[in-house]
């Protein structure tokens, strides 16, 4: 049985969750995007980095393809923040780029295959991922859970709504 359809029906719903993202941050002034607008304090472009550290380079390049971490900023929660001096449009541009590896990963990997890079903390937050399939998943809950939040976000920095009710 091929996984075809799985990897057609998962990587649909996942890249349009990924075209809402940046969706959402189209217009928005370099201001906008690093405003703030929830207690919690992250941004629009903080949003943006950690969906590309956190979501596609780590659970694609360092899980699936078995990569290093090597890339990972300094800090605690560093993967939300966006140095003053960093032009926006590169913060995006490396999302754009953390999606074309990924989609290249996926392309080249059976979803039955299990992870190369397991790690022990998943056990430890209840989180079970035997195969690419449950990454995919997982990946595609996490970004439309922020494509949401920018949606938010987008509303009470300029009023647009993406869903208009």
């Given at each position: 049985m091929t996984d075809e359809p799985d990897r057609a029906l998962l990587t649909r719903h996942l890249?349009?969750?990924?075209?809402?993202?940046?969706?959402?941050?189209?217009?928005?002034a370099d201001e906008q995007l690093r405003t703030a607008?929830?207690?919690?304090?992250?941004?629009?472009?903080?949003?943006?980095r950690h969906l590309t550290l956190s979501d596609e380079r780590y659970w694609f390049e360092?899980?699936?393809?078995?990569?290093?971490?090597?890339?990972w900023p300094e800090g605690e929660n560093a993967d939300w923040?966006?140095?003053?001096?960093?032009?926006?449009?590169?913060?995006?541009e490396a999302y754009r780029a953390a999606i074309a590896v990924s989609d290249g990963i996926l392309a080249a990997t059976p979803l039955d295959a299990p992870p190369a890079?397991?790690?022990a903390w998943w056990s430890e937050a209840g989180m079970h991922f035997p195969d690419v399939r449950s990454?995919?998943?997982h990946v595609l809950v996490e970004t439309a859970t922020h494509a949401g939040h920018l949606d938010a976000a987008r509303e009470s920095l300029?009023?647009?709504?993406?869903?208009?009710l």
């Open positions: 890249s349009a969750q990924r075209r809402h993202v940046l969706s959402q941050l189209d217009g928005l607008v929830l207690p919690s304090g992250w941004t629009p472009l903080g949003l943006v360092v899980v699936v393809a078995g990569g290093s971490l090597d890339y923040h966006v140095g003053d001096d960093e032009a926006a449009g590169d913060v995006v890079r397991p790690e990454i995919v998943l300029d009023g647009r709504q993406y869903i208009v």
